[in-house]
Nanobody, 124 residues
Framework: QVHLLESGGGLVQAGDSLRLSCAVS????????MAWFRRAPGKERTFVAG????????LYADSVKGRFTISKDNSKSTMYLQMNSLKPEDTAVYYC?????????????????WGQGTQVTVSS
């Protein structure tokens, strides 16, 4: 069973940057479509960004386009989310998700493997 472990969260000020990482073990990383979701306080979990297993398709939520960049390094079995120009509304628990050989999409139900999440807090 594949295991996902997020890291890199923290408390920052508006306008700052953070890079989240999602380390994957127990599976062939290069065969997994990966995604980031987030859950803001009192809200449902929503899609942030996703990258196809073959990197041929990348999706972003409208709210993060131009500020966040998703990437993955197969040699390190790790996915990243570079977050720039952070806003207080980006405050959430960020989760990574994975699904083998799928086409990246924004639906939570499309991913069966999930990490425990990492907290990102952006102060104004």
């Amino acid at each position: 069973q594949v295991h996902l472990l997020e890291s890199g969260g923290g408390l920052v000020q508006a306008g700052d940057s953070l890079r989240l990482s999602c380390a994957v073990s127990g599976g062939t990383f290069g065969t997994y479509t990966m995604a980031w979701f987030r859950r803001a306080p009192g809200k449902e979990r929503t899609f942030v960004a996703g990258i196809n297993w073959d990197v041929r398709r990348i999706l972003y939520a409208d709210s993060v386009k131009g500020r966040f960049t998703i990437s993955k390094d197969n040699s390190k079995s790790t996915m990243y989310l570079q977050m720039n120009s952070l806003k207080p509304e980006d405050t959430a628990v960020y989760y990574c998700a994975a699904e083998r050989f799928s086409v990246v999409d924004m639906r939570e139900r499309s991913y069966t493997n999930w990490g425990q999440g990492t907290q990102v807090t952006v102060s104004s």
